[in-house]
């Protein structure tokens, strides 16, 4: 199923999808989380996560990571949403990745915010992501999914960063506590090499880029391919003094 969402910049309105279930079951943010360990099957994580969490949400944006999880949360039962955010500069190839695990995933519910955008939608100045990136993301890709969150609620998320992506991640916990909700991070400890022999023994649909080296894939104007012996995520804002969108550290984390 297919939902988009367009900013009320875009004319759009409130920031509300429908059809949508309405949002009856809390989570129970008091669960303690079980000792997971490496391990841990990460569908066992989730099925946790459902358990204590029946209001769990997933964003993602369809890198490798993102795609592995994706096909272990189905294994496990999780039947939510999968929201993406289209910031208006994202490759072709990621946009069709997405298309593509919607077809593979019709038990899912795919929703795209900002639909629609485009770098000349007047959302920003159009090189804004030059001249203050961290303003681009910001207004492009936190605030609306902030937006969308605070409608919607969940009391936890589910993403799927790993460890060995950046030496900046390399103490993410299975479960993170603290500001507005809970993040299960399933594949906490998983290595590149693994989420690459998962993808190829169940045949996911990978993102054409990341065989070209495009290990981390955001936007067209904040991402390279990265160098022999760099952190997959070296190519994000290269050069540019940032390594995070915001979504996932700094103030107006998710
Ligand atoms: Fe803007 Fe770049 Fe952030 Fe995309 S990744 S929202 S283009 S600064």
């Not at 997971?36 to 994580?45: Q, S, V, Y």
């Not at 910001?138 to 998320?157: F, H, I, M, T, W």
Request: hydrophobic content about 35%; glycine content about 8%.
């Amino acid at each position: 199923m297919t939902a988009e969402v367009r900013t009320p910049e875009q004319g759009g309105g409130p920031l509300t999808t429908e059809p949508r279930a309405p949002r009856s079951a809390p989570g129970h943010a008091d669960a303690s989380a079980p000792a997971f360990g490496p391990e841990t099957d990460p569908r066992d994580i989730i099925r946790w996560a459902l358990a204590a969490h029946p209001d769990l949400l997933m964003p993602s944006a369809f890198n490798l990571n993102g795609v592995v999880l994706l096909d272990l949360a189905a294994q496990a039962g999780y039947r939510g949403e999968v929201v993406f955010v289209d910031t208006g500069y994202h490759f072709p190839e990621t946009l069709a990745t997405r298309d593509r695990l919607e077809s593979r995933y019709p038990e899912l519910t795919f929703v795209t915010l900002n639909a629609g955008a485009s770098p000349d939608d007047g959302q920003t100045p159009p090189d804004l992501y030059a001249s203050d990136p961290d303003a681009c993301c910001a207004a492009r890709k936190v605030d609306p999914l902030q937006r969308y969150l605070k409608e919607q609620g969940p009391s936890a998320l589910l993403n799927a960063r790993s460890r060995d992506q950046a030496s900046t991640r390399a103490d993410i916990p299975f479960v993170e506590e603290g500001g507005a909700r809970r993040r299960v991070n399933p594949l906490a400890h998983w290595t590149r090499e693994q989420l690459e022999a998962y993808a190829a023994e169940h045949d996911l649909p990978v993102n054409p880029l990341y065989f070209d080296g495009f290990l981390s894939i955001g936007c067209w104007p904040c991402t390279r391919a990265v160098k022999p012996g760099e952190d997959a995520r070296a190519g994000r804002w290269a050069g540019k003094g940032k390594t995070e969108c915001g979504l996932w550290q700094g103030e107006n984390k998710l």
